[in-house]
């Protein structure tokens, strides 16, 4: 029997018209869990690097994590991976909400899509019944406006329904998939959904799944429960107030944005305003906040309830996502009333929020400086907030300027030239990264930057302060009751970060530290996406209920798999090697591995090489970031390594090495 997950996937393919119940094999998920994990092992077999984003060959997967649907609070995300056009990389964003529960209970782990349909089609699994039907209505609908057509049509309000808006449709190359209360936006994996032909995918599952052991389970989810409760009541003393607690990190609760306002940038990634927070902004965004919030929602089964509905005069009320609350605002240089009006109908052309804000800013720096002209902008409003919504429907519409700006600030400015290549500086592996524009380069998050391919900072920060805080006294305090640590030395580590001094950045925490704790950050991320939780509730806040010491119980307990946390640690190691084969074999390389150009003042070259030098050795990878043979081997990837030799991407013999892998020891 199989527990947690169901044991089948689904697989479509759009140009037959074909649709498959598949049986998968569960030695894959000892080897790689489920979610992201066995995601990339598909990927890595079905798609390979001749495979372009927009290829009928490339395959679109909407995962289920390996925990989603049991009792664990705040396991329900959806993980879905494909051929990014943006980087030409792999992409694996997530969503909560709903979906992924609604699938399992559907009787399915992932759903697999493959080929174009010629027409725009959805498709509707209702348990064992799934139909490809025409969409040929929703065309041009918004991916919100969409899902409600949809439930109505099926007369099915409790389908949960992933739909895409005009900038799927358009192929724009920041389109995201909407579901509700979420959406997978990064990597423009709704331009691949668009490209297919596909608009939505409903689902509604009435089934149950099967646990190991029921009664061990629940009272694991009780005691984070409890935990969660303990958390809400003693929020993080020392640091701002939207990382003292848990969930989103932009909770729609939170009032005070002094933080953000004044440490991130505004405008094109270009501008900090120190001075920003006065109590007369503060007291108008407060307004505006009460005003505009109705109220609070949670995605399933997660007590947090980290979104709001919002409501603003002449606009749909909507879902507001996370940091989309500031982003089209401090890009604009405007406020948050603006901010609230705008992300409306951002999120119904279903677009990233990070994304979205930087290309219309980016655009208007051009123009500014006369890279871009008013023949490029033909009647384009005077304000700037006039002229973010001209942008915004331009660029889903791919009209004029608009159809450049649709594929990015970095595709963009290579095919506007004049030198506004300079322009699109807040890129990592050409895509948009959060504005931050910091003095001292920081080497954790030099080497997060660097090496991460989530391509977004968020999914890989963490579990580590981001700053140290200013009194010993205050270290000590903060390290006592910190059980999340997979290692006490952790403890230390923090406790002697100074402000100023031998002990500060950038050269504290040494070069060796930063390797452990960038590993252990991105470890927790990787887990995460395997399982299906929500960053809020582990990989991203301080001290979260999940942590290495009782996520391989939940694992044991949920899915019946024999875990243990160096095991656990070997599997996120395994898929997280395999992420970075999949793009190795694209031509990711050392040199795409930098932050964004104007994110640290004062750089440190010797000692970012350094960084990278040992972060590479540490991880198993040689010079250029690639993984030895000897690493892969040690993963049971031997089969990654083969590829390699053929491709010529690893030439050197290394010889066979004699030691038995993490994988023949759990097969025996
Ligand atoms: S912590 Fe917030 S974002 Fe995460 S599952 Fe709960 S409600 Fe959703």
Same mark, same amino acid.
């Given at each position: 029997m199989r527990y947690a997950e169901t044991g089948f996937n689904l697989e479509i393919d759009l140009s037959r018209g074909n649709i498959e119940r598949v049986e998968t094999d569960p030695r894959e998920t000892e080897l790689y869990l489920g979610g992201l994990g066995t995601n990339t092992k598909i990927l890595w077999d079905r798609v390979p690097p001749e495979v372009e984003p927009f290829s009928s060959d490339n395959l679109l997967i909407f995962s289920t994590g390996l925990l989603c649907g049991t009792s664990a609070p705040g396991c329900n995300r959806t993980i879905v991976s494909t051929i990014s056009p943006q980087t030409l990389l792999m992409a694996y964003s997530m969503m909560g909400g709903f979906w992924a529960p609604e699938l399992k209970y559907a009787g399915y782990d992932k759903v697999i899509i493959r080929g174009k349909s010629p027409n725009l089609v959805y498709l509707w699994i209702n348990n064992d019944k799934v139909e490809i039907r025409d969409a040929s209505h929703l065309q041009g609908k918004g991916a919100i406006e969409t899902a409600e057509l949809i439930t109505q049509e099926l007369k099915e309000p409790k389908a949960q329904v992933s739909a895409i808006g005009l900038a799927g449709e358009n192929r724009v190359y920041f389109a995201s998939i909407e579901q509700g209360r979420s959406s997978a936006s990064r990597g423009g994996i709704g331009a691949v959904m668009g490209d297919k032909g596909l608009k939505a995918i409903a689902v509604r599952g009435t089934k149950d799944i099967n646990i190991a052991r029921p009664a061990e389970l629940m009272e694991l989810c009780n005691e984070v429960l409890k935990y969660i409760q303990v958390r809400a009541e003693n929020p993080i003393k020392g640091v701002p107030p939207i990382l003292? #607690?848990? #969930?989103?990190?932009?909770?729609?609760?939170? /009032?005070?944005?002094e933080w953000h306002t004044t440490n991130f940038a505004w405008g094109n990634a270009r501008y900090r305003k120190k001075d920003y927070w006065t109590e007369e902004v503060a007291k108008k965004w407060t307004e505006s906040l009460e005003n505009a919030r109705e109220r609070f929602v949670s995605c399933y089964?997660?007590?947090?309830?980290?979104g709001a509905t919002i409501n603003v005069p002449g606009v749909p009320t909507y879902m507001m996502k996370c940091y989309s609350k500031l982003t089209y605002t401090m890009a604009a240089m405007s406020d948050l009333d603006f901010g609230f009006r705008i992300a409306q109908r951002a999120t119904e052309y279903g677009v990233d929020a990070f994304s979205t804000p930087q290309t219309m800013a980016f655009a208007l720096e051009l123009y500014e400086n006369g890279i871009l002209t008013d023949q490029d902008m033909p009647g384009m409003p005077s304000d700037s907030e006039g002229r973010f919504f001209w942008l915004l429907d331009r660029i889903v519409r791919r009209e004029g300027i608009g159809d450049v700006l649709a594929n990015g600030t970095y595709w963009a400015a290579q095919q506007i030239g004049k030198g506004a290549e300079a322009y699109? /500086?807040?890129?990592i592996k050409k895509h948009e990264q959060l504005p931050l524009k910091l003095g001292m380069l920081n080497p954790v998050y030099f080497l997060m930057y660097c090496t991460g391919e989530k391509i977004n900072i968020t999914q890989i920060e963490g579990q580590f302060p981001q700053a140290p805080f200013p009194t010993r006294e205050q270290r000590e305090a903060f390290v006592k009751d910190w059980i999340q640590v997979p290692d006490e030395k952790f403890k230390q580590y923090f406790v002697d970060w100074e402000l100023r001094g031998e002990n500060s950045i950038p050269y504290y925490p040494t070069v060796e530290m930063t390797c452990e704790i960038v590993d252990w950050q991105e470890r927790m991320h990787y887990i995460d996406d395997a399982l299906g939780m929500c960053a809020g509730l582990s990989s991203f806040p301080l001290k979260p209920p999940y942590h290495i010491h009782n996520y391989p119980k939940f694992i044991s307990s949920g899915a019946g798999i024999d875990m243990d946390e160096a095991k656990l640690s070997q599997a996120a190691k395994r898929y997280r090697t395999l992420v970075r084969a999949v793009n190795i074999r694209r031509g990711m390389r050392r040199s795409d591995e930098k932050p964004p150009e104007d994110h640290w003042k004062k750089r440190f070259p010797e000692l970012e090489a350094q960084l990278l030098d040992e972060y590479y050795k540490f991880k198993g990878w040689n010079h250029q970031g690639i993984p030895t043979k000897e690493s892969l081997h040690e993963l049971g990837l031997d089969y990654v390594s083969e590829d390699f030799l053929q491709r010529g991407i690893l030439t050197d013999d290394e010889g066979i090495p004699s030691k038995e892998t993490s994988a023949e020891k759990e097969k025996k």
């Amino acid at each position: 029997m199989r527990y947690a997950e169901t044991g089948f996937n689904l697989e479509i393919d759009l140009s037959r018209g074909n649709i498959e119940r598949v049986e998968t094999d569960p030695r894959e998920t000892e080897l790689y869990l489920g979610g992201l994990g066995t995601n990339t092992k598909i990927l890595w077999d079905r798609v390979p690097p001749e495979v372009e984003p927009f290829s009928s060959d490339n395959l679109l997967i909407f995962s289920t994590g390996l925990l989603c649907g049991t009792s664990a609070p705040g396991c329900n995300r959806t993980i879905v991976s494909t051929i990014s056009p943006q980087t030409l990389l792999m992409a694996y964003s997530m969503m909560g909400g709903f979906w992924a529960p609604e699938l399992k209970y559907a009787g399915y782990d992932k759903v697999i899509i493959r080929g174009k349909s010629p027409n725009l089609v959805y498709l509707w699994i209702n348990n064992d019944k799934v139909e490809i039907r025409d969409a040929s209505h929703l065309q041009g609908k918004g991916a919100i406006e969409t899902a409600e057509l949809i439930t109505q049509e099926l007369k099915e309000p409790k389908a949960q329904v992933s739909a895409i808006g005009l900038a799927g449709e358009n192929r724009v190359y920041f389109a995201s998939i909407e579901q509700g209360r979420s959406s997978a936006s990064r990597g423009g994996i709704g331009a691949v959904m668009g490209d297919k032909g596909l608009k939505a995918i409903a689902v509604r599952g009435t089934k149950d799944i099967n646990i190991a052991r029921p009664a061990e389970l629940m009272e694991l989810c009780n005691e984070v429960l409890k935990y969660i409760q303990v958390r809400a009541e003693n929020p993080i003393k020392g640091v701002p107030p939207i990382l003292a #607690g848990l #969930g989103s990190p932009q909770e729609m609760a939170v /009032h005070d944005e002094e933080w953000h306002t004044t440490n991130f940038a505004w405008g094109n990634a270009r501008y900090r305003k120190k001075d920003y927070w006065t109590e007369e902004v503060a007291k108008k965004w407060t307004e505006s906040l009460e005003n505009a919030r109705e109220r609070f929602v949670s995605c399933y089964n997660c007590p947090m309830k980290c979104g709001a509905t919002i409501n603003v005069p002449g606009v749909p009320t909507y879902m507001m996502k996370c940091y989309s609350k500031l982003t089209y605002t401090m890009a604009a240089m405007s406020d948050l009333d603006f901010g609230f009006r705008i992300a409306q109908r951002a999120t119904e052309y279903g677009v990233d929020a990070f994304s979205t804000p930087q290309t219309m800013a980016f655009a208007l720096e051009l123009y500014e400086n006369g890279i871009l002209t008013d023949q490029d902008m033909p009647g384009m409003p005077s304000d700037s907030e006039g002229r973010f919504f001209w942008l915004l429907d331009r660029i889903v519409r791919r009209e004029g300027i608009g159809d450049v700006l649709a594929n990015g600030t970095y595709w963009a400015a290579q095919q506007i030239g004049k030198g506004a290549e300079a322009y699109a /500086h807040n890129n990592i592996k050409k895509h948009e990264q959060l504005p931050l524009k910091l003095g001292m380069l920081n080497p954790v998050y030099f080497l997060m930057y660097c090496t991460g391919e989530k391509i977004n900072i968020t999914q890989i920060e963490g579990q580590f302060p981001q700053a140290p805080f200013p009194t010993r006294e205050q270290r000590e305090a903060f390290v006592k009751d910190w059980i999340q640590v997979p290692d006490e030395k952790f403890k230390q580590y923090f406790v002697d970060w100074e402000l100023r001094g031998e002990n500060s950045i950038p050269y504290y925490p040494t070069v060796e530290m930063t390797c452990e704790i960038v590993d252990w950050q991105e470890r927790m991320h990787y887990i995460d996406d395997a399982l299906g939780m929500c960053a809020g509730l582990s990989s991203f806040p301080l001290k979260p209920p999940y942590h290495i010491h009782n996520y391989p119980k939940f694992i044991s307990s949920g899915a019946g798999i024999d875990m243990d946390e160096a095991k656990l640690s070997q599997a996120a190691k395994r898929y997280r090697t395999l992420v970075r084969a999949v793009n190795i074999r694209r031509g990711m390389r050392r040199s795409d591995e930098k932050p964004p150009e104007d994110h640290w003042k004062k750089r440190f070259p010797e000692l970012e090489a350094q960084l990278l030098d040992e972060y590479y050795k540490f991880k198993g990878w040689n010079h250029q970031g690639i993984p030895t043979k000897e690493s892969l081997h040690e993963l049971g990837l031997d089969y990654v390594s083969e590829d390699f030799l053929q491709r010529g991407i690893l030439t050197d013999d290394e010889g066979i090495p004699s030691k038995e892998t993490s994988a023949e020891k759990e097969k025996k």
